[in-house]
């Protein structure tokens, strides 16, 4: 039933590998978000695009990065994770006038 | 003036119990006010919103109640149930943001049984 997968669910993965979160739509949406958020706490928005090749940064500093080559793609990439990456990457997208939907999350632990 | 002011940080409700809980925003540009539910392991869903141009909504057993001179809005659960323990977002919006969702901090809401 979900529109915007997201993968993987959880990942455990040592200090300085590169990752890359998984996030797909399939409703069309112009607009696509990544949140990182401490299970059951705020929303931290740390990437956001418009359109195909727009990405912007968020509100949260990251040493993330995001690319948009498709409408319905949106990955997230971490080039050395490090141990304060450990969070929630939550994904979202929007046709901007009814709000987002989100993914389920990918559980990121760095060890 | 992008803030959404949340509150209580956490909630704890009686089963049958109405649980409250509170916004308050200071940019009067915003039109859209949408509430969010997340489950532990999930993410946020929608579950109701409103415009500025009424002042209450119900779906069910949520009503959310809009008081645009106050600059504040809430979410009321009537009828509480151990099923609806889960975060509890507030969110605003508005066109000149390209409708990027301005959050609250939420709120966790635990229902006991």
């Known amino acids: 039933e979900a529109d915007i997968y997201q993968t993987p669910r959880y990942l455990v993965i040592g200090t300085g590998k590169k990752i890359t979160l998984e996030c797909s739509q399939t409703m069309g949406h112009d607009k696509m978000y990544w949140y990182q958020q401490d299970p059951g706490m705020e929303l931290h928005l740390i990437h956001y695009?418009?359109?195909?090749?727009?990405?912007e940064k968020g509100d949260l500093s990251s040493e993330s990065t995001v690319s948009r080559i498709r409408t319905e793609h949106f990955p997230l990439t971490l080039e050395s994770a490090r141990p304060s990456h450990t969070s929630q990457y939550l994904c979202?997208?929007?046709?901007?006038?009814?709000?987002?939907?989100f993914g389920s999350g990918t559980r990121l632990t760095v060890v | 003036q992008q803030q959404v002011k949340q509150s209580p940080q956490s909630l704890i409700v009686q089963k049958g119990g109405i649980s409250i809980i509170n916004c308050a925003y200071e940019n009067t540009a915003f039109d859209y006010f949408p509430w969010y539910q997340q489950f532990p392991g999930k993410g946020p869903a929608l579950l109701i919103a409103?415009?500025?141009?009424?002042s209450e909504k119900k779906e069910g057993r949520f009503t959310i109640s809009f008081n645009k001179s106050a600059k504040q809005f809430s979410l009321h659960i009537m009828d509480s149930q151990p099923g609806d323990s889960a975060t509890y977002f507030c969110?605003?919006?508005?066109?000149?943001?390209?409708?990027?969702?301005?959050f609250g901090s939420g709120t966790q809401l635990t229902v006991l049984p």
């Open positions: 979202a997208s929007s046709p901007g006038a009814r709000g987002y939907t």
């Open positions: 695009s418009y359109g195909v090749n727009s990405t």
């Open positions: 969110a605003a919006t508005h066109s000149g943001s390209a409708r990027q969702l301005t």
């Open positions: 409103i415009r500025p141009d009424v």
